[in-house]
Nanobody
């Protein structure tokens, strides 16, 4: 089994920043392809950002220039730095690790709320 555990969420005012972390443990100590997703109330889960290998990244248009995905050198922890947060960024954020097509793992999700 593989466990992905998110941390770093919470309540922040518009314009503020947060950094999410996702720690990998279990059968795989690290995963080459990882991603952040989010799901707002009443909406489908959407891809926020992904990272492959040492640094190939991809971002949703809605977060490009505000969010930065990264990982530590061991590939065991992934981060999402979120700047200039807006109310529309409010969602549950999920970490996903992809081992192979059809073989992936998800974290339990962490709430991010942007509000005055």
């Amino acid at each position: 089994q593989v466990q992905l555990v998110e941390s770093g969420g919470g309540l922040v005012q518009p314009g503020g920043s947060l950094r999410l972390s996702c720690k990998v443990s279990g059968r795989y100590a690290s995963l080459n392809h990882m991603a952040w997703y989010r799901q707002a109330p009443g909406k489908e889960r959407e891809l926020v950002a992904s990272i492959v290998g040492g640094g190939t990244t991809n971002y949703a248009d809605s977060v490009r220039g505000r969010f930065t995905i990264s990982r530590d050198k061991t590939f065991s922890t992934m981060y999402l730095r979120m700047n200039n947060l807006q109310p529309e960024d409010t969602a549950v954020y999920y970490c996903r690790g992809i081992v192979a097509p059809g073989v992936d793992y998800w974290g339990q999700g962490i709430q991010v709320t942007v509000s005055l």
